[in-house]
């Protein structure tokens, strides 16, 4: 099945959100991340030992504000984008997710991949996402490596402060691993 040109310059469009969104975590630049996502966006991260289930851009912002703040570091890419218009504004968008999260006040490194599954709407002439779920397909956290130099540090430098930041622990399910 071929696409029309419209659907092309959508796809892109489309694909810059999802880059956006990446960036805007690893970044901590939420003025970024808010646009992205409707006002009633659903959430939902499965991990090895965790799910994050929410509902909100007001909870998304709070919540990737103080998951990704000044004492870790991150790294997200998507890559390999699947990506089927349901609709004439709406799509299903498929990533690959990579990523490294190093947490030096739990002195933990993840790193790890997982599909990302995407509701995207467009609302007002701008693709948004409605609904964001990922499911690890591995998930590795080792103990950060005795005389590791980690000489930057975005996040250190522009992400909340511990007196900045806010409970999030009713959005985290902790699952024990059998």
């Known amino acids: 099945m071929g696409y029309t040109l419209q659907q092309l310059s959508d796809i892109e469009e489309i694909k810059l959100v ?32 965790y799910r994050v289930a929410l509902k909100g851009r007001a909870n998304m912002i709070v919540f990737l504000a103080n998951s990704f703040h000044s004492g870790c570091q991150a790294m997200h890419h998507g890559h390999m984008p699947e990506i089927t218009f349901t609709g004439p504004d709406n799509a299903e968008a498929i990533w690959q997710l990579e990523d490294i999260f190093i947490n030096h006040e739990k002195q933990e490194h993840t790193y790890g991949s997982a599909i990302y599954r995407d509701d995207m709407v467009r609302e007002n002439g701008a693709w948004k996402i409605a609904r964001t779920v990922y499911d690890r397909v591995m998930e590795v956290v080792q103990p950060l490596t005795p005389g590791a130099r980690y000489t930057v540090s975005r996040l250190a430098e522009v992400g909340l402060k511990p007196d900045d930041r806010r409970d999030i622990s009713h959005l985290i399910t902790w699952e024990t691993i059998e």
């Open 18 to 49: 999802k880059h956006r969104y990446f960036r805007g975590i690893d970044t901590a630049e939420m003025a970024l991340l808010d646009p992205l996502f409707t006002e009633d966006v659903e959430v939902e991260y499965i991990g090895g030992d």
